[in-house]
T-cell receptor, first 110, second 112 residues
Framework: QKEVEQDPGPLSVPEGAIVSLNCTYSNSAFQYFMWYRQYSRKGPELLMY????GNKEDGRFTAQVDKSSKYISLFIRDSQPSDSATYLCAMSGDGNKLVFGAGTILRVKS | KAGVTQTPRYLIKTRGQQVTLSCSPISGHRSVSWYQQTPGQGLQFLFEYFSETQRNKGNFPGRFSGRQFSNSRSEMNVSTLELGDSALYLC???????????FGPGTRLTVL
């Protein structure tokens, strides 16, 4: 079993929809949780970072962490075609070595 | 501030050869980590360097090695290349007082 599980998709939604992306993990030592966005042939771009349970909002993005359930989510409101990319969850116990999910391919159709 | 830069962006090598990849971190960042990304295994941690010292290492064979220079620039070397080493190699930098890592565009290595 992988330490971090993420549905690879693809997830296809119409423009303007609310998108929900999720990851589960098994390692209780994980304290830092990140979401990265990766466009084709580019490096991952940091979207959200949190280290506590609860919600964190930044513009159209909301990151949610539930440590008791070992479950994290990323919500994208008013999705745009430019949001089409691969979304990677990543987590760490010490802030150094990141463990990534497989990535979810998101397609937003106009 | 300029982002993380990696050179070269693309490389084609043959089995048995060796390769060296370079990474320049964001100015002021002293930590550099390397990751391998493949369609089958996703993103996997290779190693991390901080102030010229390797602090953490992933589960890769000894053919994969790295080093960091006094200006924080880092190089990664892969010896005796195998077909399975074909991947996107990503470098990420982090400032000493932060937990967030910023990635470069990667070097795409193809082994024939």
């Amino acid at each position: 079993q992988k330490e971090v599980e993420q549905d690879p998709g693809p997830l296809s939604v119409p423009e303007g929809a609310i998108v929900s992306l999720n990851c589960t993990y098994s390692n209780s030592a994980f304290q830092y949780f990140m979401w990265y966005r990766q466009y084709s042939r580019k490096g991952p771009e940091l979207l959200m970072y949190t280290y506590s349970s609860g919600n964190k909002e930044d513009g159209r993005f909301t990151a949610q962490v539930d440590k008791s359930s070992k479950y994290i989510s990323l919500f994208i409101r008013d999705s745009q075609p430019s949001d089409s990319a691969t979304y990677l969850c990543a987590m760490s116990g010490d802030g150094n070595k990141l463990v990534f999910g497989a990535g979810t391919i998101l397609r937003v159709k106009s | 501030k300029a982002g993380v830069t990696q050179t070269p962006r693309y490389l084609i090598k043959t089995r048995g050869q060796q390769v060296t990849l370079s990474c320049s971190p964001i100015s002021g960042h002293r930590s550099v980590s390397w990751y391998q990304q493949t369609p089958g295994q996703g993103l996997q941690f290779l190693f991390e360097y901080f102030s010229e010292t390797q602090r953490n290492k992933g589960n890769f064979p000894g053919r994969f090695s790295g080093r960091q220079f006094s200006n924080s620039r880092s190089e990664m070397n892969v010896s005796t290349l195998e077909l399975g080493d074909s991947a996107l190699y990503l470098c990420a930098s982090r400032s000493g007082g932060s937990d967030t890592q910023y990635f470069g565009p990667g070097t795409r290595l193809t082994v024939l």
